[in-house]
């Protein structure tokens, strides 16, 4: 089935440096969505990137869809510790098909 | 706009009990989800409606997992029988279906120990 892969698992910066996690799904995907979940809260969407190639920022986020569509990055420029928090992306096969998250990447930063 | 309601928000019960999950999505989003997310992993989709319609069900363990959306608006995940493996946070999210905008609004969720 399906899989979507997200690399690293954790990640612990200083505020200030950069950040990047990287995600990889074993298909072909229509589009690809991020999403941040704060500690004990739920998911909440950040972005969504549907062309090959597309590029998104938001602020100081910066979000890479691949060309073939199967991989996807997330850049936080200059990190604070308001981004703290754990980063999913979530990838579908077609529209309408189901939602498939990655295991996340969870950001700390120390200031 | 209100926002995707779930309840109960935490719920303690013994293995081979069972339990059940109440979602009401929010007003006129015909896709609703039921995620079950264990401790420090991602969510996992157990099932995926389309109004009353089920897209995707693949991942769900139906020898004890069971869900019903009846009406096409609220909906409701049940366990039976628990086990401790169940322990986990369960996700209600809901998306309008449009071409363009398909963002998934998720609950508080609902905390499960079994013990």
């Known amino acids: 089935g399906q899989q979507v892969m997200q690399i690293p698992q954790y990640q612990h910066v200083q505020e200030g440096e950069d950040f990047t996690t990287y995600c990889n799904s074993s298909t072909t995907l229509s589009n690809i969505q991020w999403y941040k979940q704060r500690p004990g809260g739920h998911p909440v969407f950040l972005i969504q990137?549907?062309?090959?190639?597309e590029v998104k920022k938001q602020k100081r986020l910066t979000f890479q869809f691949g060309e073939a569509k199967k991989n996807s990055s997330l850049h936080i420029t200059a990190t604070q510790t308001t981004d703290v928090g754990t980063y999913f992306c979530?990838?579908?096969?077609?529209?309408?098909?189901?939602?498939?998250f990655g295991k996340g990447t969870t950001l700390s930063v120390s200031s | 706009e209100a926002g995707v309601a779930q309840s109960p928000r935490y719920k303690i019960i013994e293995k081979r009990q069972s339990v059940a999950f109440w979602c009401n999505p929010i007003?006129?989003?015909?896709?609703l989800y039921w995620y079950q997310q264990i401790l420090g992993q991602g969510p996992k989709l157990l099932i995926q409606?389309?109004?009353?319609?089920?897209?995707?069900d693949s991942q769900l363990p139906k020898d004890r997992f069971s869900a019903e959306r009846l009406k096409g608006v609220d909906s409701t995940l049940k366990i039976q029988p628990a086990k401790l493996e169940d322990s986990a946070v369960y996700l209600c999210a809901s998306s309008y279906r449009g071409l363009r905008n398909t963002e998934a609004f998720f609950g508080q969720g609902t905390r499960l120990t079994v013990v």
């Open positions: 990137l549907v062309k090959s190639g």
């Open positions: 979530a990838g579908r096969r077609q529209a309408g098909t189901a939602l498939i």
């Open positions: 409606f389309q109004n009353n319609g089920v897209v995707d």
């Open positions: 007003s006129g989003h015909a896709t």
